[in-house]
């Protein structure tokens, strides 16, 4: 009792570490005094000033539009790349495979970003949105990738060999065996790789040009010319709509999660009445 009692007292201080700076940049972004120093009343003119600012209400479209497309097509080419790693016969390749995902997870992200830039100075490419989706679709597939494998490893390989006795051809397979049965970690990559692409700072500061910039670069140059509390007021929004997704991704994946139930014991009801 005593030991669960310290476990609970422990996880409650680290979520009050956690959140209480978060809460205190909300409770300031309501401050009409302009400051952080003292709270001198409420107001919502931070916000209001957010939304009339032009340039940084783009720039909040640019970092959604990156952040979609980079891992709308990361999560496709980490499916089937975690599919190729799966399927892969030799076990040493596939371990070699597995090990090349994994460092692109460990490298720190200045070096990402400096071999990014590097690589794109030399083949000419100039930096703009087009240099910062491919920096963020290839950072994102190493995480899409070990989402998606533990499902595929928790798959029963003779699912497989049955569908391909009944003749369904591989796009058959991979269609309605494969991919229904990972659903739940393509979603889970999906969800990984848009966070990620989101608050994204070291690599997309190193690949991004004049033209063309992200909230997390926004804020890092707002930020060094002085507190702002429009950048509070921004934080919030942001922080609730994370929010949001955590609420959408928990809906989402509760509903995978009794389908597959459902199926199992559809499947289980007819084993019996064949019995």
Known sequence: MKKKKWSNLYLFLVFIFLYVPIFYLIFYSFNAGGTMNDFTGFTLSNYQTVFDDARLIGIVLNTFMLAFLSSLIATTIGTFGAMGIYFTKRRRTRNALLSLNNILMVSPDVIIGASFLIFFTFLGISLN?????????????????LMVLPKLNEMNASLLDAARDLGASTFGVIW?????FITPGVIA??????TYSLDDFAVTFFVTGNGFSTLSVEIYSRARQGISLEINALSALIFLFSICLVIGYYFISKDNLTKKQKRRLRQQS???EIL
């Open 129 to 145: 949105f087009f240099s910062v989706l491919l920096s963020h679709i290839a950072f994102s597939i190493p995480i899409v990738v």
């Open 176 to 180: 309605k065996v494969i991919l229904p």
């Open 189 to 194: 990559g999906y969800f990984m790789a848009f």
């Open 270 to 272: 007819e084993a019996r």
